[in-house]
C-alpha cells in the first residue's frame, strides 16, 4: 500500500551550531565557543512543541529561544503568549549556576511545520530555524529580541529540517 506522508506532522531533531563572532566583549572567546544544545520541534495537527537542552552556556545567564522564519524572529512561544518585556516572557530562559539549560518546552498552539499564523490570518511564517540567544542586560524585550550585538547576542543556531510522520512511513511497503 503506498500513502502519501504528511510532510507537516512528525520531529525535527534540531544541531545547533555556535555562533563565535556574536558574543558581548566582555565574554571570553573560549568560553563562549564551549555551548551546546539539542533540541527537537515537532509538529502536529492542531499545535506542537518545541524542546531544548543546553550546556556551557553563561551561568545564571538570561536565554531567550526564536524561531528563525522568512519575516524575521519570532518567540518560540504561543502566539497567545502575553509578552511583558519585564524579564517574565514565556520564552525566558534562566539558566542554572553550571551554564546547564535542563529543559525547555513551549506548548504551541499552532503547527511549527506549517508555520506560525501571523495577526492578519491569511498569512504565516515559515519557520526556517531556531536560534538560543543570550541578554547581557539580564531582561527580554517582548516579541523582539533586542538590540542585536548590544543587549541581544546570538549564540547557538540550528536549521529546521522536514518532519517526517514515522508511523505512516512504517506502514509504507517498498517495491
Given at each position: 500500500?503506498d500513502?502519501?506522508?504528511?510532510?507537516?506532522?512528525?520531529c525535527c531533531q534540531?544541531?545547533?551550531?555556535?555562533?563565535p563572532a556574536?558574543?558581548?566583549?566582555?565574554i571570553?572567546?573560549?568560553?563562549w565557543?564551549?555551548?551546546?544544545?539539542?533540541?527537537?520541534?515537532?509538529g502536529?495537527?492542531?499545535?506542537?512543541?518545541?524542546?531544548?537542552s543546553?550546556?556551557g552556556?553563561?551561568?545564571?545567564?538570561?536565554y531567550?529561544?526564536?524561531f528563525?522564519?522568512d519575516?524575521?524572529?519570532?518567540?518560540?512561544?504561543?502566539t497567545d503568549?502575553?509578552?511583558?518585556?519585564?524579564?517574565l516572557?514565556?520564552?525566558?530562559?534562566?539558566v542554572?549556576s553550571d551554564?546547564?539549560?535542563?529543559y525547555?518546552?513551549a506548548?504551541l498552539?499552532?503547527?511549527?511545520f506549517?508555520?506560525?499564523?501571523?495577526?492578519n490570518?491569511?498569512?504565516?511564517a515559515?519557520?526556517?530555524?531556531?536560534?538560543i540567544?543570550?541578554?547581557?542586560?539580564r531582561m527580554?524585550n517582548?516579541?523582539?529580541?533586542g538590540?542585536f550585538?548590544v543587549?541581544?547576542?546570538?549564540?547557538?543556531?540550528?536549521?529546521?529540517?522536514?518532519?517526517r510522520?514515522?508511523?505512516?512511513?512504517?506502514?509504507?511497503?517498498?517495491?
Amino acid at each position: 500500500m503506498d500513502r502519501k506522508v504528511d510532510k507537516c506532522q512528525g520531529c525535527c531533531q534540531l544541531e545547533f551550531d555556535i555562533l563565535p563572532a556574536n558574543r558581548p566583549p566582555v565574554i571570553d572567546a573560549g568560553f563562549w565557543v564551549q555551548a551546546t544544545a539539542t533540541g527537537e520541534v515537532c509538529g502536529y495537527d492542531g499545535g506542537g512543541s518545541i524542546s531544548i537542552s543546553a550546556e556551557g552556556l553563561i551561568p545564571q545567564g538570561v536565554y531567550t529561544v526564536w524561531f528563525a522564519t522568512d519575516r524575521g524572529l519570532r518567540p518560540a512561544a504561543p502566539t497567545d503568549a502575553i509578552y511583558t518585556a519585564d524579564g517574565l516572557d514565556p520564552n525566558r530562559l534562566v539558566v542554572n549556576s553550571d551554564g546547564v539549560l535542563n529543559y525547555y518546552i513551549a506548548p504551541l498552539d499552532f503547527n511549527p511545520f506549517r508555520g506560525i499564523p501571523l495577526s492578519n490570518g491569511k498569512t504565516a511564517a515559515i519557520v526556517q530555524g531556531v536560534i538560543i540567544g543570550f541578554h547581557g542586560n539580564r531582561m527580554t524585550n517582548g516579541t523582539v529580541p533586542g538590540v542585536f550585538n548590544v543587549n541581544f547576542f546570538e549564540q547557538l543556531t540550528a536549521e529546521m529540517c522536514f518532519s517526517r510522520n514515522i508511523e505512516d512511513e512504517d506502514s509504507v511497503e517498498l517495491g
